[in-house]
């Protein structure tokens, strides 16, 4: 089973900057698809970033322009690099990997944004 492990989380200020970072213990982590979801309380799960195998990105609306996905193969690790950030990107964010048909997730990140 792939674990994926989250790292960088934690507390910015309105217009700061973070760094995530999502390692997996597949080696086929080249192969796959990768991608960044948060979760606010009280809402729903929402797609924020993802880039393919070939290292393609895409990015929700809300977050273009601010946000950052890329992928070092050799570190089996995917990134988001988050600046300008908002109070309103406070969440809980979970990192996955496309296996086939299915997502792996990892356990999660707490980004919070506040002055």
């Known amino acids: 089973q792939v674990q994926l492990v989250e790292s960088g989380g934690g507390l910015a200020q309105p217009g700061g900057s973070l760094r995530l970072s999502c390692a997996a213990s597949?080696?086929?982590?080249?192969?796959?698809?990768m991608g960044w979801y948060r979760q606010a309380p009280g809402k729903e799960r929402e797609l924020v970033a993802s880039?393919?195998?070939?290292?393609?990105?895409n990015y929700a609306d809300f977050v273009k322009g601010r946000f950052t996905i890329s992928r070092d193969n050799a570190k089996k690790t995917v990134y988001l690099q988050m600046n300008s950030l908002k109070p309103e990107d406070t969440a809980v964010y979970y990192c996955?990997?496309?296996?086939?048909?299915?997502?792996?997730w990892g356990q999660g990140t707490q980004v919070t944004v506040s002055s």
């Open positions: 996955t990997i496309e296996l086939g048909a299915s997502l792996g």
């Open positions: 597949t080696s086929i982590f080249s192969l796959c698809a």
């Open positions: 880039i393919t195998s070939g290292g393609k990105p």
